[in-house]
């Protein structure tokens, strides 16, 4: 599905871009419907695209020891995920599956690294609210354990 400027907008990782980044970076996403048990990325693969739930509930599983998934955290609309996708080697650190109907946005990871090298500004802006994520994302994981 074609995604709009206004969905962007609406995100709170695109908050701070400006229409013509709003522009590019809307090229490089795409909205992937997703149906319960559907796994959309996989512990130690590439990291090609990053997520934004946009509907539905996902649970963020890893590997604890063998080819066990232990389910560490559950997520809702708004949250990212794939984050890794942006931080060498560009491999995910976990599995991601749905648990209902949802919908997500796919952002190409390797072209919006591309863009990040033209536009210094926009990478500062999206890679701040990255790292905040991920920061959030630890921060929960290490209060569960």
């Not at 995100?11 to 400006?18: G, M, P, Q, R």
């Not at 389910?71 to 060498?88: D, K, S, T, Y």
């Not at 949802?102 to 210094?120: H, N, T, W």
Request: net charge negative; with cysteine.
């Amino acid at each position: 599905m074609d995604v709009d400027v206004a969905m962007l907008r609406a995100l709170s990782l695109f908050k701070d871009l400006t229409e013509d980044q709003l522009d590019k970076v809307t090229s490089l996403c795409s909205e992937k419907s997703i149906s319960p048990g559907q796994t959309f990325f996989r512990e130690g693969e590439p990291g090609t695209a990053i997520f934004v739930v946009l509907q539905g509930e996902i649970e963020v599983l890893f590997t604890a020891g063998g080819d066990a998934l232990v389910c560490m955290e559950w997520v809702e609309a708004g949250e990212v995920l794939g984050i890794r996708a942006f931080f060498q080697p560009y491999k995910y650190l976990s599995t991601a599956r749905s648990l209902t109907d949802g919908c997500l946005l796919a952002i190409d990871a390797v072209k919006l690294r591309e863009l990040y090298e033209q536009d210094s500004q926009l990478a500062v802006s999206i890679h701040e609210r990255l790292m905040h994520a991920m920061l959030n994302r630890v921060t929960t994981l290490r209060s569960q354990t």
